[in-house]
């Protein structure tokens, strides 16, 4: 019998189905204190959350017995996902199941700001009739630019649409062909900024995307422009919003989430030309009905062992299959890291090719791990081996098992080639000693280097005398060379380097690098 907790308040329809199941315990119990939670958890293999309940490192301790934690929405900022997956706890969430409720939601703020919604409807029930006061304009033939072209960001396009809108989208990830479909056009951050008379959000948070709307950004928009967030508060730079909405250079902003939330001292509070809810992106019946629904089958069919839909960390089991993959994966995870950082574009499509005696068992894991490394650190910390390929094609990368590519002659040999719009590249590695990922090519280099830390890529001439410049500059810069490997066409010809450094260069000592005359290009990876 498998015991599960919910600690938050879930939708009619969640509790039915626990109560179908003939093989479940449950028991609710809400607004539990963290140490009133910690004495309980042992006693149960699961837990349901939404926002409210903490899941910490210390409940995570407690729960000598805890398999699952399944967050009832999209957010997993409340639970400790490296304390989880260090204790193999599975962690999932429901993606999708708010994704209609989210950008309909938007589409109200961008109406009701557009229109003066909120303050006429205020104004009248103060008996006022101050109809020349609330004049707004129209979204016929405005352009909407969407920062953020996922599920949500479509969803909230194609509505657009329907008020004859011009819409622009910004996402390095999807591709043209994807945003064509639509009736989009797909254009760089810069171009969407100066164009729009409408910027909405729809991303997800990550080092790229944290305050992408800053007063530099705004300095860039069209006088009077509106800004719409309904994703998440700390894409906008509040202090920089609030000083382009007292200006003027922001017509108006409406807003369902904050950088902290409930907001306390938020300078977008009382501005009168800001529109507010209360993060109420996924608060329609429906939506809480698909959430609950959709959590409690997730972490049923996980505790059975049956599925792992929707996890965000580790979704494997430990045993004898998967500890023999786990190190291929990693090596498949890192070639697809590199081949990202390594992109002048984005990337189309991939191509993956397995040579080996594990050609039937790897292909798919290797493929899955190859795309997690290649999206991870660009769309959202929640990219894992279960939703990277449904990612990858939402985003307009297609993947395709390969045979017969030119490579070295490696047993059990990984390698990925990857296409972007003019040009590709082709990386493979292997696993030294059954365990250590090694990069053995790149393209028709043949090289042998260590695919970890901080990596500095260098292609030069190989002429006498770029070792020791590049060695200088580093020195002056007090970086320290830990392995330098390199592969070269012929004497004289082209040379790729893989130097492994002890610390990351700053941006001067880079350039010094480029200027270095036999030195064609530099490219700095973390992995």
């Known amino acids: 019998m498998y015991r599960i907790l919910v600690s938050d308040r879930l939708g009619d329809t969640g509790i039915e189905l626990l109560d179908q199941a003939e093989d479940v315990e449950f028991d609710v119990k809400l607004e539990l204190s963290k140490e009133e939670l910690i004495s309980i958890i042992p006693g149960y293999e699961a837990i349901i959350v939404r926002s409210g309940t903490k899941v910490d490192a210390d409940v995570l301790a407690a729960g000598s017995n805890l398999r699952v934690v399944g967050r009832a929405g999209i957010g997993v900022d409340n639970i400790d996902l490296q304390a989880a997956t260090s204790k193999g706890i599975i962690v999932m969430n429901t993606p999708q199941a708010n994704a209609v409720a989210t950008a309909e939601q938007a589409m109200t703020l961008m109406l009701a700001v557009s229109r003066h919604t909120a303050p006429a409807h205020a104004s009248l029930l103060a008996g006022e009739w101050r109809r020349s006061d609330f004049v707004g304009r129209q ?4 352009v909407l630019g969407i920062i953020g072209f996922g599920r949500i960001g479509r969803l909230f396009a194609s509505r657009a649409k329907s008020f004859g809108m011009e819409i622009l989208a910004y996402d390095p990830f999807v591709s043209e062909d994807v945003a064509k479909e639509l009736g ?3 254009v760089d951050l810069d171009d969407l900024l100066e164009q729009s008379d409408y910027i909405s959000l729809h991303t997800t948070i990550t080092a790229q995307t944290k305050k992408i709307i800053d007063a530099s950004a705004i300095h860039k928009m069209k006088d009077k422009v509106v800004i719409v967030n309904s994703a998440r508060g700390a894409l906008i730079d509040e202090e920089a919003l609030a000083d382009a909405l007292r200006q003027g250079k922001v017509k108006a902003a409406a807003v369902d989430v904050y950088s902290q939330e409930p907001p306390k001292e938020n300078p977008l509070i009382g501005l009168p030309n800001v529109l507010h809810t209360p993060h109420l992106g996924a608060s329609t019946v429906e939506a809480q009905r698909n959430v609950a629904t959709q959590i409690v089958e997730q972490v049923i069919d996980a505790l059975r062992g049956n599925d792992f839909r929707n996890t965000v960390n580790m979704p494997f089991h430990a045993g004898p299959d998967f500890a023999m ?3 291929h994966m990693l090596l498949a995870e890192k070639l697809g890291i590199l081949q990202r950082a390594m992109a002048p574009a984005p990337i189309r499509r991939v191509e993956v090719e397995v040579r080996g005696e594990l050609v039937d068992r790897l292909v798919r894991p290797a493929a899955a791990a190859l795309l997690k490394g290649l999206l991870e650190r660009s769309l959202a910390d929640s990219v894992n081996y279960i939703n990277a390929p449904l990612l990858a094609e939402e985003h307009g990368i297609t993947i395709t098992q390969t045979k017969g590519l030119n490579l ?9 080639l990857v296409h972007w719009d003019n040009g590709h590249r082709l990386l493979a590695g292997v696993l030294f000693g059954g365990t250590e990922p090694r990069l053995v090519q790149v393209d028709d280099y043949h090289l042998d280097a260590s695919p970890k ?4 890529i260098l292609q030069n ?4 005398g770029v070792i020791g410049q590049v060695g200088t500059i580093l020195a002056a810069a007090e970086v320290n060379i830990g392995e330098w490997r390199m592969g070269r066409h012929h004497p004289g010809g082209l040379a790729l380097s893989f130097i492994s450094l002890d610390s990351e260069p700053d941006q001067e000592t880079l350039r010094l690098l480029e200027g270095i005359p036999a030195v064609i290009g530099v490219k700095l990876v973390t992995i």
């Open 139 to 142: 979204l016929y033939r405005k």
């Open 184 to 186: 989009v056009a797909l």
């Open 325 to 327: 993959l786990a190190p």
């Open 408 to 416: 070295v002659d490696y047993p059990n040999l990984i390698s990925c």
């Open 453 to 456: 830390g901080t990596i500095l």
């Open 461 to 464: 001439q190989d002429v006498p």
